[in-house]
């Protein structure tokens, strides 16, 4: 089992930053892959950003290309999401997910993701 834990979540104002952690506890030894998704309500859930387990490959939307940047830091078992320039449309619940049968790249179907956080509520004002 694995458990998945975001945090940085919270209030801003438009063009302000804010830095999502999503930590990893558990068969933290398997290689895994993780995305960042959100969802806004009313809307469907969106495919942030991803990242492979060495950390060499990513994915942007792009509505997030040049803003956000996610990163990993395996020794802690931990990732990333750095959000920069935030926008309105930015906010949404962010949660972060694992794929444990990816040892290489990444994949932007959130279905095959097999563990999931409880995510972490972001809001940007105006």
């Known amino acids: 089992q694995v458990q998945l834990v975001e945090s940085g979540g919270g209030l801003v104002q438009a063009g302000g930053s804010l830095r999502l952690s999503c930590a990893a506890s558990?068969?933290?030894?398997?290689?895994?892959?993780i995305g960042w998704f959100r969802q806004a309500p009313g809307k469907e859930r969106e495919t942030v950003a991803a990242?492979?387990?060495?950390?060499?490959?990513?994915y942007y939307a792009d509505s997030v290309k040049g803003r956000f940047t996610i990163s990993r830091d395996n020794a802690k078992n931990t990732v990333y999401l750095q959000m920069n320039s935030l926008k309105l449309e930015d906010t949404a619940v962010y949660y972060c997910?694992?794929?444990?049968?990816?040892?290489?790249?990444?994949?932007?179907?959130?279905?095959?993701?097999?563990?999931w956080g409880q995510g972490t509520q972001v809001t940007v004002s105006s």
């Open positions: 558990g068969r933290t030894f398997s290689r895994y892959a």
């Open positions: 997910a694992a794929d444990f049968g990816r040892t290489v790249g990444w994949t932007t179907f959130s279905y095959e993701y097999d563990y």
């Open positions: 990242i492979s387990w060495s950390g060499g490959s990513t």
